[in-house]
């Protein structure tokens, strides 16, 4: 069981950036697909991005349009969500989640991949 806590949530203004992050306390970071997703209220989760194990793959949601990065430290077992020109819109309660198998394919958009889920961060953007 591997266990994942996100942070780096918050209440800012449209226009500004935050950077989430995603913690597994109990290790075992190296050997997961990793995935960022996304959900607003009363709408469906949805995917942002996803990672390869080795970091050398990233995998975006089209709708992001180049706004959000993701990025990982294996040695420090922590994902990273890098966020800009943040908008109302994007006011979600942001979640990371870990997918056992390595190889990074279009099928990481769907949360059936994901064998592990964090409990979520909130990030509210204000106008």
């Known amino acids: 069981q591997i266990q994942l806590v996100e942070s780096g949530g918050g209440l800012v203004q449209a226009g500004a950036s935050l950077r989430l992050s995603c913690g597994a306390p109990?290790?075992?970071?190296?050997?997961?697909?990793m995935g960022w997703f996304r959900q607003a209220p009363g709408q469906e989760r949805e995917f942002l991005a996803a990672?390869?194990?080795?970091?050398?793959?990233?995998y975006y949601a089209e709708s992001l349009e180049g706004r959000f990065t993701i990025s990982r430290d294996n040695a420090k077992n922590t994902v990273y969500l890098q966020m800009n020109s943040l908008k109302p819109e994007d006011t979600a309660v942001y979640y990371c989640?870990?997918?056992?198998?390595?190889?990074?394919?279009?099928?990481?958009?769907?949360?059936?991949?994901?064998?592990?889920w964090g409990q979520g961060t909130q990030v509210t953007i204000s106008s």
């Open positions: 989640a870990a997918d056992s198998d390595r190889s990074l394919t279009s099928a990481c958009t769907s949360q059936n991949r994901y064998d592990y």
């Open positions: 109990g290790g075992l970071y190296g050997a997961y697909t």
């Open positions: 990672i390869s194990w080795n970091g050398d793959s990233t």
